[in-house]
C-alpha cells in the first residue's frame, strides 16, 4: 500500500476546493497551484500551500505540464488529483506523473487515451458487446466516404462528430442529403481547430433520447462496481446543466441492466479508479454507449448524496492501492438528489457566457443543501475560464421534496453583478415535463422559448427595474445590508429571477 500525505490538485474552482475538503477530512495537506488571476481565489485560499504557475491562458498555468510537476515536486507531494477538464483526460499527463514518481488519482494513461478517442473507445466497446449508436467505426475521409456511412445505417438524421470531441464541439447534426458535405467540411474544420485534429466519423441522431450516465468505480484488483444512473437531458449545447440521481423513469430491471453493462466496459478496458459511462437511452426503452469519462464528474455530487459516499475519499484509497471497500449488493441508494449548475450565462440571451465581478453572493443553506462552489463575493469571472462558477446540490426522502427544495434554494441563492442560470433552472424545474419525467436532451429547445414568452407583464417589470436601477446607482456590493433587504424592500424582490427578467425584456 502507498502512502498518501500530501495532494497536489491540478485545477481550479470549485472541484479543487471540492477535493481539499475531502483530502482535509482524511488528514491529508493540500497543494493548489494557481493563475495571475486567481491569487485570491477560494482554492487558493482553503489549500495548505499554494504556488502561481502563471498567466491567466490556460495554456500557460493550468495546462502546463512540467510547472505543474515541477511544483508537486518541489512541495513534497506524493500525488495528483487533476479535477475535471485541463489535464483531467490527457494521457501524456498520466504518464508524466507516473514517470516523476507520482501517483495519478485516476486510470492508467492506456485507458485514458482509449476512451479520449470516440472512435477507438467505439471499437473497444464493440469488441466487449457494449451497444453503441448505429454508426461509423472509422474515420471518413471524404464526403463521399460520409455519404456511404449514412446509406449504411439508413439514412437521415446523422450526427457528424469528432473522434478526439469533448464539451459538445465539433458536432454536427445532418437532416438530409443537401446538408451533407457542408456540415461535414464545418465538423473537420471545428474539430482541427478545437482539438488539433480533423478526425470525424458518423452516428445515427437519436432524435429525443435521454442522456443517462452510469457512474463506476473500481480498484487494482479487479474489482468494480456501479454506482447508480444519473439522469443528465437537461441540456444547452450539448452540455448538461441539470442533474438528477436516480432517474424517475429507469426501472430497477433498466437500471441493474445499464449498470451490468458499464461494469463489462470498465472490465474491458481495465478501468482503475472513478469513471463514467455515458448513454443515450431512447423512447423504445434502449441505449446506447456513448463515450466514457476517465475522471470525477461535474455532477457527481447528486450520487454521493444519495449513496452515502464520498466519491473522492475513494479516489485517493483506490489510488493508494486499498480494495473497495463494499461489494454490489451493499450499494443501497436512500432518497433523490438534484443538481443545478450556477452558470455565468445569459440564459435570456442564447446561454452565452456572462463575465464581470459578483458584487454580492449570498449562499442558500438550511436542510438538505449542498453548495459547492468557487466564488466569493468580490470574485471576478474570467472568460479565460469555464462558466460554471458553482453547483447547486439538493438532497430529499423523495422526489417531489427534492424538486420544492430545490425551487427554494434557488429563490434564497442571491448573486447580483453577472448574470447567471438561476433563471432558466427555476423554470425548467416548474415544467410538467421535468415533474413528469419526460424531458429529453430537447428540452431546452422545446421548451425554453416557450417559457421566455411566459415572463410577468409590464406593471412588475417596471417596479423591479426601478429597484434594479436604485441597486445600480447605490454600489450594492457596499450597501447591501446582511439580511439582503434594500430600502425596506425584501430580498425576494431582488431575486436574480425577476431581475434577469427584466433585463431581457427590456433588450428586445
Ligand atoms: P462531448 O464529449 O462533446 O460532451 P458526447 O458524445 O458526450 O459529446 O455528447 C454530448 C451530448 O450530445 C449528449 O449528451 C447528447 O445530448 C448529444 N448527442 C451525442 N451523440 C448523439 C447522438 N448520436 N444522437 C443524439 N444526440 C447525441
Not at 504556488?51 to 506524493?78: D, F, H, M, R, T
Not at 423523495?398 to 425551487?407: D, H, I, S, V
Not at 421566455?452 to 436601477?469: K, Q
Amino acid at each position: 500500500m502507498k502512502k498518501i500525505h500530501k495532494i497536489l490538485i491540478a485545477n481550479r474552482g470549485e472541484i479543487t476546493v471540492r477535493i481539499i475538503r475531502t483530502c482535509r477530512e482524511m488528514g491529508i495537506k493540500t497543494v493548489a497551484v494557481f493563475s495571475e488571476v486567481d491569487r485570491n481565489a477560494p482554492h487558493v485560499l482553503l489549500a495548505d500551500e499554494a504556488y502561481c504557475i502563471g498567466a491567466a491562458a490556460p495554456a500557460e498555468s493550468y495546462l502546463n505540464i512540467n510547472k505543474i510537476i515541477e511544483v508537486a515536486q518541489k512541495s513534497g507531494a506524493e500525488a495528483i488529483h487533476p479535477g475535471y477538464g485541463f489535464l483531467a483526460e490527457n494521457a501524456g499527463f498520466a504518464t508524466a506523473v507516473s514517470e516523476a514518481g507520482l501517483i495519478f488519482i485516476g486510470p492508467n494513461p492506456d485507458t485514458i487515451a482509449l476512451m479520449g478517442s470516440k472512435t477507438e473507445s467505439r471499437k473497444a466497446m464493440i469488441a466487449a458487446n457494449v451497444p453503441v449508436v448505429p454508426g461509423t467505426k472509422d474515420a471518413l475521409a471524404s464526403p463521399e466516404d460520409a455519404r456511404k456511412a449514412v446509406d449504411a445505417i439508413n439514412g437521415y438524421p446523422v450526427l457528424i462528430k469528432a473522434a478526439a470531441g469533448g464539451g459538445g464541439k465539433g458536432m454536427r447534426i445532418v437532416k438530409n442529403a443537401g446538408e451533407l458535405e457542408r456540415a461535414f467540411l464545418a465538423a473537420k474544420n471545428e474539430a482541427l481547430k478545437s482539438f488539433g485534429d480533423d478526425t470525424v466519423y458518423i452516428e445515427k441522431y437519436i432524435e429525443a433520447p435521454k442522456h443517462i450516465e452510469i457512474q463506476i468505480i473500481a480498484d487494482q484488483h479487479g474489482n468494480a462496481c456501479h454506482l447508480l444512473e444519473r439522469e443528465c437531458s437537461i441540456q444547452r449545447r450539448h452540455q448538461k446543466i441539470i442533474e438528477e440521481c436516480p432517474s424517475s423513469v429507469i426501472s430497477p430491471e433498466t437500471r441493474e441492466k445499464m449498470g451490468a453493462v458499464a461494469v463489462q466496459a470498465a472490465h474491458a478496458c481495465g478501468y482503475v479508479n472513478a469513471g463514467t459511462v455515458e448513454f443515450l437511452y431512447d423512447t423504445d426503452g434502449s441505449f446506447y454507449f456513448l463515450e466514457m469519462n476517465t475522471r470525477l464528474q461535474v455532477e457527481h455530487p447528486v450520487t454521493e448524496e444519495v449513496l452515502g459516499l464520498d466519491l473522492v475519499r475513494l479516489q485517493i484509497m483506490i489510488a493508494k492501492g486499498q480494495a473497495l471497500p463494499f461489494t454490489q449488493a451493499e450499494i443501497q441508494p436512500e432518497g433523490v438528489s438534484i443538481e443545478c449548475r450556477i452558470n455565468a450565462e445569459d440564459v435570456f440571451n442564447n446561454f452565452v457566457p456572462s463575465t464581470g465581478k459578483i458584487a454580492h453572493m449570498r449562499l442558500p443553506a438550511g436542510p438538505g443543501i449542498r453548495v459547492d462552489s468557487g466564488v466569493r463575493s468580490h470574485s471576478e469571472i474570467s472568460p479565460f475560464y469555464d462558466s460554471m462558477v458553482a453547483k447547486l446540490v439538493v438532497w430529499a426522502p423523495n422526489r417531489e421534496t427534492a424538486l420544492a427544495r430545490m425551487k427554494r434554494a434557488l429563490l434564497e441563492y442571491e448573486i447580483i453583478g453577472i448574470d447567471t442560470t438561476i433563471p432558466f433552472c427555476l423554470a425548467a424545474l416548474d415544467h410538467p415535463a421535468f415533474h413528469d419525467g419526460s424531458f429529453t436532451t430537447q428540452f431546452v429547445d422545446l421548451y425554453w422559448a416557450k417559457l421566455l414568452d411566459e415572463m410577468p407583464d409590464e406593471t412588475t417589470l417596471a417596479e423591479i427595474a426601478a429597484i434594479s436601477i436604485v441597486l445600480h446607482e447605490e454600489e450594492l456590493s457596499e450597501k447591501l445590508p446582511d439580511d439582503g433587504s434594500q430600502n425596506g424592500k425584501p430580498a425576494e424582490v431582488l431575486s436574480p429571477w425577476k431581475l434577469q427578467q427584466y433585463r431581457a425584456l427590456r433588450s428586445r
